[in-house]
């Protein structure tokens, strides 16, 4: 897959198959939609292309840090496992934003001369976002493109959506959170010396730096596993303060299971995939290894049970 800063400049991906969106987690919801792109330029022999852009739109309005579910690296290997042939990543600034549907079309269309667009239902762009399907619709004949709207995929909750995903980590929800992405959400960080607790009460943890830009899930005790060069690992991931050591401010610790090795310095990727209880404060550390050791059977069977249903 090609990734790209600008539009094209050259005839490569004139007559592309094209999708447009933030796409933040990449969710089923954006499969099905990336996934029929796909399928139809491969049918009619031409290139699939993406149109994203960085930084997220409410950045740009609310002048404040905006969590992702997905940082670019995650987005980019889901794109490319999909089979996409081109990302764009534009820049999203205040000029772009103020640009009219009309606009925006055309300069999509001077360098790319779409053949087709292919989008969910719910999808909106342009200044105010007054462009929708129907506009898209409208504008066939004109710009020569053909439009395909992707129905929006369902949940008991309502339609899978970036959203609906935020409010399932907020509430520690992972595994329904799971289900909308279709793969365990994940942490993403470096880890760094701690203070050694962990390992004089038998439970050594990774202490992780979290990658600034992921939005992580409420505080809690998890289930998961920590992937390394070498393999993926079940581990009990603390997500929160440490009230036993009278320490109030948030971290991410993963306790690897039967691990032994230096990680220091190394980028590790976390899947979530049960909370298993909140964060809670013990009278002595003798009291918190006797929960670890409850945790971490539950954690076991948690994760064996995966590994059967894989």
């Not at 009309?102 to 200044?127: A, P, W």
Request: charged fraction near 30%; aromatic fraction near 8%.
């Amino acid at each position: 897959m090609e990734v790209i800063k600008e539009l094209p400049s050259t005839d490569e991906y004139r007559h592309s198959i094209i999708t447009i969106g933030f796409y933040d987690g990449v969710h089923r919801g954006h499969q099905k939609v990336i996934g029929e792109m796909v399928k139809q330029a491969r049918a009619k022999g031409v290139k699939s292309c993406v149109i994203t852009f960085t930084p997220h739109p409410c950045e740009i309005f609310s002048h404040k840090p905006f969590p992702l579910l997905t940082t670019w690296e995650e987005k980019r290997e889901i794109f490319q496992k999909l089979g996409v042939d081109l990302t764009i990543v534009l820049p999203f600034t205040r000029k772009l934003a103020s640009l009219s549907p009309l606009s925006f079309i055309e300069m999509l269309n001077k360098h790319l001369q779409m053949d087709q667009i292919i989008v969910g239902e719910d999808f909106v762009f342009g200044k105010e976002r007054r462009g929708d399907t129907s506009w898209l619709k409208k504008q066939e004949n004109r710009f020569g493109y053909k439009l395909k709207v992707i129905p929006l995929l369902k949940t008991e909750k309502g339609k899978v959506s970036s959203s609906l995903i935020r409010d399932y980590l907020k509430k520690g929800k992972v595994r329904e959170a799971a289900k909308c992405l279709g793969r365990p959400p994940t942490i993403l960080g470096k880890v760094v010396r701690g203070k050694g607790r962990g390992r004089l009460i038998g439970y050594p943890t990774a202490n992780l730096k979290p990658h600034p830009c992921k939005l992580l899930p409420c505080s809690g005790v998890y289930a998961g596993r920590v992937t390394l060069e070498d393999g993926s690992y079940d581990s009990i991931i603390n997500v929160g303060s440490s009230p036993t050591f009278g320490e109030s401010f948030s971290r991410v610790e993963a306790h690897i299971i039967n691990f032994e090795g230096d990680l220091y310095d190394r980028e590790v990727r976390i899947e979530l995939m049960e909370r298993i209880r909140e964060i809670r404060k013990f009278s002595s550390p003798t009291l918190l290894t006797k929960r670890l050791e409850k945790d971490k059977q539950i954690a076991e069977k948690i994760l064996s049970g995966r590994k059967n249903d894989a």
